[in-house]
């Protein structure tokens, strides 16, 4: 179990990145670029094309990946609806 120090700081922190607001271009862009579409750990790792095993994305044991992608999905809404360009 967490400690209660430690699970307040976490959550003041989760508030912190849900209160960040999107009113910038080069924001948007910036945390479109630095926050990744999907779990960079996850891997196959093969041997002359074969898979001989599957690391899991662990991005869910991140306490702050929830909040991330939903960083990350504000700024794309952000770009696609105020500035209308959009970003891969």
């Not at 209160?19 to 196959?44: G, N, S, T, W, Y």
Request: charged content about 25%.
């Amino acid at each position: 179990m967490i400690a209660k120090p430690v699970k307040k700081g976490l959550t003041i922190i989760r508030h912190w990145f849900d209160a960040i607001e999107i009113r910038d271009r080069k924001l948007a862009r910036f945390l479109c670029k630095v926050i990744p579409v999907q779990c960079p750990f996850e891997r196959d790792i093969q041997f002359f094309g074969r898979t001989l095993a599957h690391i899991p994305p662990l991005c869910k044991l991140n306490p702050f990946y929830d909040q991330l992608a939903y960083l990350r999905f504000r700024a794309l809404c952000y770009l696609v609806e105020q500035c209308g360009e959009s970003y891969q």
